[in-house]
T-cell receptor, first 114, second 115 residues
Framework: QKEVEQDPGPLSVPEGAIVSLNCTYS??????FMWYRQYSRKGPELLMY????GNKEDGRFTAQVDKSSKYISLFIRDSQPSDSATYLC??????????????FGKGTLLTVNP | EAGVTQFPSHSVIEKGQTVTLRCDPI?????LYWYRRVMGKEIKFLLH????????ESGMPNNRFLAERTGGTYSTLKVQPAELEDSGVYFC?????????????FGPGTRLTVL
């Protein structure tokens, strides 16, 4: 079983739609949950992070973590064509050998159509 | 301030040849990481430097891969001899603290193709 599972899509939505992206994980040691955005031919760029459980909102983006279900989500409201990219979830632990290396999902390719 | 830079952006080599990838982290970042994405798979951790010391190289695939970080500045990743399965995109990242939420800043990657 992979440590992090993410549906690779692709996902295509019209402009203005609400987008829901999610990942599941199996490692209970994960404490930091991140969403990276990667444009074509670029490196991943941190979009949002959450420590432990809960919600975090930043503009049109909301990240949710449910540790009891080992499930994390990213919601994008009022999606824009500029949001078209690959979205990767990433996680890491809090201590020991897992507190620095990121474990990624495969990434979901999102296209927002004008 | 310049971000993480990687060179070359793309390399095409024959099986059995040697290739060296270079990464220049953000100035002042003690932590440097190498990751790799093989086609169709997720990005996977290869190793972690703190300054010039290897903190963890548990993700290195085999002894054909050698990473160095001279003087705690730039890093190189050498593949010798290259095999077909080494094809992929190699990302370098750097961060300041290394622990907690310390953001890892990624370079654009080096796309390696082994023929």
């Amino acid at each position: 079983q992979k440590e992090v599972e993410q549906d690779p899509g692709p996902l295509s939505v019209p402009e203005g739609a609400i987008v829901s992206l999610n990942c599941t994980y199996s490692n209970s040691a994960f404490q930091y949950f991140m969403w990276y955005r990667q444009y074509s031919r670029k490196g991943p760029e941190l979009l949002m992070y959450t420590y432990s459980s809960g919600n975090k909102e930043d503009g049109r983006f909301t990240a949710q973590v449910d540790k009891s279900s080992k499930y994390i989500s990213l919601f994008i409201r009022d999606s824009q064509p500029s949001d078209s990219a690959t979205y990767l979830c990433a996680m890491k632990g809090r201590s020991g050998g897992s507190n620095y290396k990121l474990t990624f999902g495969k990434g979901t390719l999102l296209t927002v159509n004008p | 301030e310049a971000g993480v830079t990687q060179f070359p952006s793309h390399s095409v080599i024959e099986k059995g040849q040697t290739v060296t990838l270079r990464c220049d982290p953000i100035s002042g970042h003690d932590n440097l990481y190498w990751y790799r994405r093989v086609m169709g798979k997720e990005i996977k951790f290869l190793l972690h430097f703190v300054k010039e010391s290897k903190q963890d190289e548990s993700g290195m695939p085999n002894n054909r891969f050698l990473a160095e970080r001279t003087g705690g500045t730039y890093s190189t990743l050498k593949v010798q001899p290259a095999e077909l399965e080494d094809s992929g995109v190699y990302f370098c990242a750097s961060s300041h603290e290394g622990y907690g939420i310390d953001e890892q800043f990624f370079g654009p990657g080096t796309r390696l193709t082994v023929l």
